[in-house]
């Protein structure tokens, strides 16, 4: 926990994914219905957040049909940024004091990155979103929310996952027979080759002894339940 005071603090990651619906942009009903339970759960626990950009471009996908893969990332990092933006918005519209932190400099619409500012966020109950994502080409979010968590000392990483309930031995869109995993070590994952999260995620939070929960945003009240400490969906650790 923060060394300041008892309070739990934790690192949600929200896929792009999730803001779009599955469509190209921002469902403006889906994510009102993420930022109330996260508002909810603001009252008691110290939130910060890192969310995907998958939902206006992906990097790789990009890179894959030609473009330069550093471009097609900082494109990707850009997304993040509009989806940090449309949060923060129905955030505050719930209710909650919130502030972006971005990676790539944008002082019109966010702050710098600056860890020592937003862990003083964190203990005034403001929710922190972090865009951008590393501000580096080359890393997923799901890396950037395991440096930011280890970087704020958040007591776990909570990585929220549209369409599947946690982390399962093969993947449970393509294989019925797919068993889900209550609780398994970060080596043991990357040993498997289990695809839920990032290899080099489950490294960094291997390697600094950080906990991560893997859990489905469906049903409504499975986001604050995670944030409050429920045992949902995978734990890693």
Avoid: W
Avoid at 74 to 100: H, I, K
Avoid at 142 to 168: C, F, H, P, W
């Amino acid at each position: 926990m923060s060394a300041a005071n008892s309070r739990r603090r934790v690192l949600l990651k929200l896929s792009g994914e999730a803001f779009g619906g599955g469509q190209l942009g921002v469902n403006p009903d889906i994510v009102s219905s993420i930022a109330r339970e996260i508002a909810q759960a603001a009252e008691d626990v110290e939130i910060a957040i890192v969310v995907g950009g998958g939902n206006f471009f992906r990097g790789a996908e990009l890179s894959q049909r030609g473009m330069d893969r550093g471009r097609a990332d900082y494109m990707g990092m850009l997304g993040t940024v509009m989806n940090s933006l449309a949060l923060q918005d129905f955030l505050e519209q719930a209710g909650a004091e919130t502030r972006v932190q971005s990676a790539i400099s944008m002082t019109q619409v966010a702050e710098p990155y600056i860890p020592r500012r937003a862990e003083r966020h964190l203990e005034k109950g403001r929710v922190v979103i972090f865009g951008a994502g590393a501000g580096l080409p080359y890393f997923s979010t799901d890396t950037v929310a395991a440096q930011r968590a280890l970087e704020i000392s958040a007591d776990v990483v909570l990585v929220a996952k549209n369409g599947v309930d946690g982390m399962y031995d093969d993947d449970p869109r393509t294989n019925p027979a797919a068993r889900k995993i209550d609780q398994i070590s970060h080596q043991e994952a990357l040993q498997q080759n289990l695809k839920a999260v990032d290899s080099t995620a489950l490294s960094l939070c291997m390697d600094n002894g950080m906990p991560m929960r893997i859990f489905g945003i469906e049903p409504a009240g499975n986001v604050t339940a995670a944030i409050l400490g429920a045992e949902i969906g995978t734990l890693l650790g």
